[in-house]
């Protein structure tokens, strides 16, 4: 018998508001039971869990996202992103159209925006 996983679980210092920013992100609901003060919020559809911890994160994380946009550019993502309160950490865009451009969210986590679904076609 094997494994499979159930959620990606994210320590954070507030799992409601992080998960809020996630929610925007992916364009998913939080579970209609989760609310404001919860220890641990969950995004409906993305295995996605948040759960507050005491400590704040101080390392690079060993484990990220790499999203990729559906419906727009990936430089246009990642303007969305910052005015939701994303951070730029890294640009890695080329001039050639390739790369990628990597975030952080509100408590530092980093996440990655590769190039969108109709910027590889061709």
């Known amino acids: 018998m094997t494994s499979r996983i159930r ?3 994210i320590d954070s210092a507030d799992a409601y508001a ?4 996630w929610s925007q992100v992916l364009g998913l609901p ?5 609310e404001p003060g919860d220890e ?12 507050t911890v005491p400590e704040r994160k101080t390392l690079k994380n060993r484990i990220h996202v790499d999203l990729q946009p559906q419906d727009r550019t990936r430089d246009e ?10 951070a ?5 865009r080329t001039p050639d159209g390739r790369g990628w451009a990597v975030l ?6 980093e996440f990655c925006v590769e190039r969108g679904a109709a910027e590889r076609v061709g």
Do not use: S
Request: aromatic share 4%; hydrophobic share 45%; glycine share 12%.
């Open 7 to 9: 959620h990606v679980t």
């Open 18 to 21: 992080l998960a809020g920013f």
């Open 30 to 34: 939080v579970h209609e039971d989760d």
């Open 40 to 51: 641990e919020v969950l995004i409906e559809g993305a295995g996605l869990l948040f759960v």
């Open 77 to 86: 993502e990642v303007e969305r992103l910052l005015t939701l309160g994303a």
């Open 88 to 92: 730029l950490v890294d640009d890695r």
């Open 104 to 109: 952080a969210d509100p408590e530092g986590n």
